[in-house]
């Protein structure tokens, strides 16, 4: 993965809940997880950007 940014809309913070958006090389849409508990996505996001 080139990058990955954690966001949450006011609903989703309410909820715990936040998106993870994957940003990597290549055509097409990033990959994405979508209503996940923001500690998932929080350790999803340094898993996936560590080199």
């Known amino acids: 993965a080139q ?10 913070r309410r909820a ?3 998106t993870l958006v994957v940003d990597v090389a290549g055509p097409g ?3 994405q ?10 350790s999803l996001q340094r898993a996936l ?3």
């Open 3 to 12: 990058s990955a940014t954690a966001r949450s809309s006011p609903f989703q």
């Open 16 to 18: 715990g809940l936040a």
């Open 29 to 31: 849409t990033s990959p």
């Open 33 to 42: 997880v979508i209503d996940e508990a923001t500690a998932t996505v929080r």
């Open 49 to 51: 950007v560590v080199r």
